[in-house]
């Protein structure tokens, strides 16, 4: 059973960084991305960005391309999600997410990812 724990998020100024962290447990193979998403109250949960799991690729989304960064660290089985610049509208609770084997990799699409972990509360204000 795959398991996935988020942390690092928090209040932070306009203008400010944070960096989240996603652990992940109970993988059987390599063929993985892990995805951020994040949502915002009264609004639909939207694609941040996504990372194939040994870290060859990835993919963000125009909002926040050259502010984020996804990476991964596979000796601690773990995805971060560095947030630089943050402004008013990145306030979201963000989630990250295993893909299924059987989607493309680096889906933007909430249907392909099965694992979902609890999510962690990104408040940017000043």
């Known amino acids: 059973q795959v398991h996935l724990v988020e942390s690092g998020g928090g209040l932070v100024q306009p203008g400010g960084s944070l960096r989240l962290s996603c652990e992940a447990s109970?993988?059987?193979?390599?063929?993985?991305?892990i995805g951020w998403f994040r949502q915002a109250p009264g609004k639909e949960r939207e694609f941040v960005a996504a990372?194939?799991?040994?870290?060859?690729?990835?993919a963000y989304a125009d909002s926040v391309k050259g502010r984020f960064t996804i990476s991964s660290d596979n000796a601690k089985n773990t995805v971060y999600l560095q947030m630089n610049s943050l402004k008013p509208e990145d306030t979201a609770s963000y989630y990250c997410?295993?893909?299924?084997?059987?989607?493309?990799?680096?889906?933007?699409?909430?249907?392909?990812?099965?694992?979902w972990g609890q999510g962690t509360q990104v408040t940017v204000s000043s």
């Open positions: 997410a295993v893909d299924r084997p059987t989607s493309a990799p680096l889906s933007t699409q909430m249907g392909d990812y099965d694992y």
């Open positions: 109970g993988f059987t193979s390599d063929y993985y991305s």
């Open positions: 990372i194939t799991w040994r870290g060859t690729r990835t």
